[in-house]
């Protein structure tokens, strides 16, 4: 089975704070990505990979940058956390071509 | 501008009777298209695709129809279960690019025993 694990299931930050969250996968997939899902928004792209030390932005990408310096692991990290990064992050990855995307299980972020 | 687009939030339906679940596209350069489910504090998990080769694809109780001349496709859940109650989010893809998923808003089901 493959397995996408996001390090915190539920996270408190302060404004300002440098917030990392990790991701890692076991299948050996090219490509990650960093989603956040908010109510009524769906999920909305941040950041993807699709090779070690490559990224691309999503859709939306400020606030935001990303670290892959190993083809298992992708590093969501916000510079100054704000409240307006309170939401649910979830991290994906997938091989190559048209394939379905695994996600871990999601970490809530809460920043006060 | 949303590419995917699920324009009913929320869907209310009896157990054993069918769940419909509709979604609409944007972008003609799509070509693989996939439904995920998702429960409270889990992240989604992957439920059913089809390409944009076929117009059907089936897996025990779901079902997924496409209709590329419309850019809509929709989910048919029969029999509907409790255990569907969830948000079923569509996705879709193209061959191009950089292979990353669009996602639509959800429709969060709610299946009544």
């Known amino acids: 089975d493959v397995k996408v694990t996001q390090s915190s299931r539920y996270l408190v930050k302060r404004t300002g704070e440098k917030v990392f969250l990790e991701c890692v996968q076991d299948?050996?997939?090219?490509?990650m990505f960093w989603y956040r899902q908010d109510p009524g928004l769906g999920l909305r792209l941040i950041y993807f990979?699709?090779?070690?030390?490559?990224?691309e932005k999503g859709d939306i990408p400020e606030g935001y940058s990303v670290s892959r310096e190993k083809k298992e692991r992708f590093s969501l990290i916000l510079e100054s956390a704000s409240t307006n990064q309170t939401s649910m992050y979830l991290c994906a990855s997938s091989f190559g071509g048209l394939n379905e995307a695994f996600f871990g299980q999601g970490t809530r972020l809460t920043v006060v | 501008d949303q590419q995917v687009k699920q324009n009913s939030p929320s869907l209310s339906v009896q157990e054993g009777r069918i769940s419909i679940l509709n979604c609409d596209y944007t972008?003609?350069?799509?070509?693989?298209f996939l439904w995920y489910k998702k429960y409270p504090a889990e992240g989604p998990t992957f439920l059913i695709s089809i390409s944009s080769i076929k117009d059907k694809n089936e897996d025990g109780r779901f079902t997924v129809f496409l209709n590329k001349s419309a850019k809509h496709l929709s989910l048919h859940i029969v029999p509907s279960q409790p255990g569907d109650s969830a948000v079923y989010f569509c996705a879709a893809s193209a061959k191009t690019g950089a292979n990353n998923l669009f996602f639509g808003t959800g429709t969060r089901l709610t299946v009544i025993p």
């Open positions: 299948m050996d997939h090219e490509n």
């Open positions: 990979s699709y090779d070690v030390k490559m990224k």
């Open positions: 972008n003609s350069m799509f070509d693989y």
